[in-house]
Every structure is written in structure tokens, then in C-alpha cells.
């Protein structure tokens, strides 16, 4: 088990997502708390290969568990994969006095700070993502906030399509994985959901179902494509063209990354970032916190990395049962 730390640096890397901010004020605070220093770092690792650093005192993180995005700036940062840029990035850290780091991010943040973690700075990751895409946690800070908000921007959109009889595909974000699209194909009901783990390319059957759903008296359709599966606008073109049933594109974009978080993000944001602390304290290092039926605890980060996640085949299931 690595030392114990006395100064502990905290960074946001990779996409925003609502949360973020709640988790660097229970950082600072937990830290302080304990006694220890504390330096954000601006820009994710882009900033710390800058030295783009200051000091964080408990005003430092006032007012801001209310808001999205995330007060320290966020980047991707191509020369921190390289082995040159971590051994700079850990000389950094070295000369501002920092011997713990918490990186807030997802999967490519964690793979940056195992780096760090082997160059010699305690280093432990909290999962801020709105995909929902890590393994090892049941949970992502920002996914709460991001599938609400795709949700009530899908039955706006759904008012429309049923007034108009149309056919809806709406994009959601998620990158490679599933999760927003296949809860918002829950939560609003959709008829027809496109997730990457799933989604066969078989248009025919999306054609085929848009006719039978007219036959029992549907007013409107509306498909969820997830942003892996993409290209929503040409395949509105040819479903139009197959079925006659207009047929109109909606991606929702940005809009899913920002805005005020949700109570849960708040808390998980809290709890996860304090947890980080917490861990720092023990001497722990290579670790990444998650939640597991329930329970705030850490997993070392390359068992993280390694592990699979799947989408929960019953909910997918009943996604379709429900819509009929
Ligand atoms: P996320 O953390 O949301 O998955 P990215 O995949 O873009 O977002 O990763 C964020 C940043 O983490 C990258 O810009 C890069 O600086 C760093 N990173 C990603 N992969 C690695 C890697 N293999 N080694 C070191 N750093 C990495
Ligand atoms: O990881 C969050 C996310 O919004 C993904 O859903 C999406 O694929 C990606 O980030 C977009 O990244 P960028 O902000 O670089 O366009």
C-alpha cells in the first residue's frame, strides 16, 4: 500500500457531465477537512502539463453544487497518452507539493491516471460520465441529469410527432454504449430503440414494425437511435421512402451534457469524491471508486479497466413488451 498523502490535487477529464462540480467541492472540503492541502487543476491533463494550477480553500468550491459543466475546465489531452507527458505530468505534480490526485472522468481518464499512479503520485478515479459506459460501477455521475434531460426533450418532440403523425428518430448520446438510449426507451416509451449491443442493421424490420404500429392505431412512432449506431438523418430519408410515413431526425446533441444536476448526481458526486479523499487517506493508490448494489467502495484500477459491461437484456426486453 502506497504512503499517505499531505497535498492532494484534483482534476476533470474527458466530457463534462453534470455532478462534476458537486464531487470537486466534497474533494476540497473532505480534504481540508482532514487537514490536507489542496490544488485544482485546470483543463484535465491538458492544464497540469501546462501547470495550470492554484490553490483551493473552502470558498473556493462555494456555490457551485448546483451547477453543470465543470468550474475547473475539462480537456482531452493527446500528448498525456504518450509516456513522456505522464512522466512530465508526475514531475508537475512533484514540484507543486502534490502526492495525491483524484481524477474525475471516464475510462480514458482512468487509463491516465494508472499512468500517473506508476509514475509515483497516489492517483484514484471517480467515474463522471453521462454514458454510464464503466465497468465496474453501477453508477456514473451526470447520467441521472443527462437521460432526465434527453427524456423531457424526447416528449416534447413526441407532441409533435403524434400531432402530425409522424414517424420520430431521435438521437441520444452514449458514445459506444446504450445506457441513455435504452432508459429513454423505457421512460418515454418508445416503439422502437436502436442501442450498438443490440441493434442489427435490419431496416426492414424498423420499416415493417412502423406499418404494423399504423395498422393498430398508432398516431406516432418514435425510434431512439443511439449516437453508435448514428447516421439518423439518412435513415429518416429512407424509412420515409419505404413506409410513406413522414419521417424527421432529431439530434439532441450537447444539450444531454449540460444544465443543473439532479439530486442523485449531487449526492453520488458528493459521496464519490469524498470516498477519494477517503481512500487518499488510507494510503490507497491505483484505485477507482464505484457503486456496487449500493455501497460506495474502490476497485484497483487496472481490474477496472478490464472488466465488460452489458446492458440489462430485461429491460431491453420489456422496452418493447410495454410499447405494444
Ligand atoms: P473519458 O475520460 O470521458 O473516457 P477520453 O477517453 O477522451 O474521455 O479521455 C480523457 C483524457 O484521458 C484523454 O484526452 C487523455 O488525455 C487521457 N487518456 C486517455 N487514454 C489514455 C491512455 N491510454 N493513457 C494516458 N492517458 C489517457
Ligand atoms: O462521453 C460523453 C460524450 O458526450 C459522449 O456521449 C460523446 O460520444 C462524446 O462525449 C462527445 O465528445 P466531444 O465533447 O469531444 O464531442
Redesign the pocket.
Known sequence: MANEVHTIGVLTS??D?PGMNAAIRAVVRRALTEGKQVKGIQRGYAGLLQEEIVDMNKRSVSDIIQRGGTILQTA?CTEFTTSEGQEKGAEICKKHGIDGMVVIG?DGSFRGAQKLAACGINTIGVPG???LDIACTDYTIGFDTAVNTAMEAIDKVRDTSTSHERCSIIEV???GAGFIALWCGVANGAEDVLLPEKYDYDEQRLVNNIIENRKIGKKHHIIINA?GIGHSTSMARRIEAATGVETRATILG?M??GGSPTARDRMMGSVMGAYAVDCLCRGKSNRVVALRENHVVDFDIDEALAMNKSLNDYEYDICYTLAR
Request: hydrophobic fraction near 20%.
Open positions: 474527458g466530457g457531465a482531452r471516464g460520465t453521462i454514458d448520446m452514449g458514445r449516437e450537447y444531454q451534457r
